[in-house]
């Protein structure tokens, strides 16, 4: 069997890879849905969904550092990375232990691609439909609330120290403005570093979006924040809603009606 991942990289496999490291989150959280959590068996510590996972799969390090040795005595299969997540040069590494699957997610169709790979690459097909269907069938739920929606202008920050927010060429960008939050960022490459100086001047700034991930903002923070806009509410986001992808869009749309 031939694959090719979604950064152009072929993959060959005798048969279905039944061994199984992930070194992405959210996609963790995808092969339980899969129904594949038995052939899981390395994960990082990142991988908090479902909470259970870090106590019965072994931890082989976090996404941007890994414990090349676990990984090696594990025997896996298959490696799961992702281009964002995870550096080049873990990706070096761990193909020279097993095949590593590289995934690339900017919009939903992406990520419904990878669901659908997954499904005939771990032979999980009709598990892969069935969530393939239930993610359409909440977007177009999703997009008939929000189609009267009037557009908001936000800044969506994911870091302090420094003030990092969100720009163009990324998945949160993509569903913000499926959101009709118009980031005012978006002509900024990827996760540009922000002068709180320079935002005040954006008088037609409606919210400051303060991520819970990677950054762990807080209530404290709001206040902080809006010291450094004239009108704008500052309003505490659950990142991974706007940053997880596969299986997680099921339960991220009825959340961004929350905000609305």
């Not at 008939?144 to 960008?173: L, Q």
């Not at 400051?208 to 009108?231: G, R």
Request: aromatic share 10%; charged share 25%.
């Amino acid at each position: 069997m031939e694959f090719q991942d979604q950064i152009g990289r072929i993959l060959t496999f005798d048969k279905t890879p039944k061994r199984i490291i992930s070194l992405v989150p959210s996609l963790t959280e995808l092969l339980v849905d899969l129904g594949l959590e038995d052939s899981i068996v390395g994960v990082t510590k990142f991988c908090v969904h479902p909470n259970h996972l870090k106590e019965t799969k072994t931890i082989v390090g976090g996404t941007k550092n890994i414990h090349i040795d676990k990984i090696k005595a594990l025997q896996p299969d298959i490696i799961l990375c992702n281009k964002e997540e995870n550096t080049k040069q873990i990706v070096g590494s761990c193909e020279k232990i097993a095949p590593t699957h590289v995934s690339d997610i900017f919009t939903i169709d992406d990520n419904l691609e990878l669901i659908k790979q997954y499904g005939m690459l771990f032979s999980v097909e009709n598990k892969a439909t069935e969530i393939i269907l239930k993610i359409n069938s909440e977007l177009a739920i999703f997009k008939e609330f929000i189609k009267n929606k009037k557009a908001k202008k936000v800044v969506y920050f994911i870091w302090k120290t420094p003030w990092m927010a969100v720009g163009n060429s990324t998945f949160i960008n993509y569903l913000l403005l499926l959101n009709k939050f118009d980031n005012i960022y978006q002509h900024k490459e990827r996760y540009p570093e922000i002068d709180l100086e320079e935002m005040k001047l954006h008088e037609e700034l409606d919210f400051v979006f303060l991520s819970s991930e990677p950054y762990p903002f807080k209530e404290t923070h709001l206040l902080e924040i809006e010291k450094h806009t004239q009108q704008a509410k500052a309003v505490l986001v659950d990142g991974e809603m706007f940053s997880w992808y596969g299986s997680r869009l099921i339960k991220a749309f009825d959340y961004f009606k929350t905000l609305h």
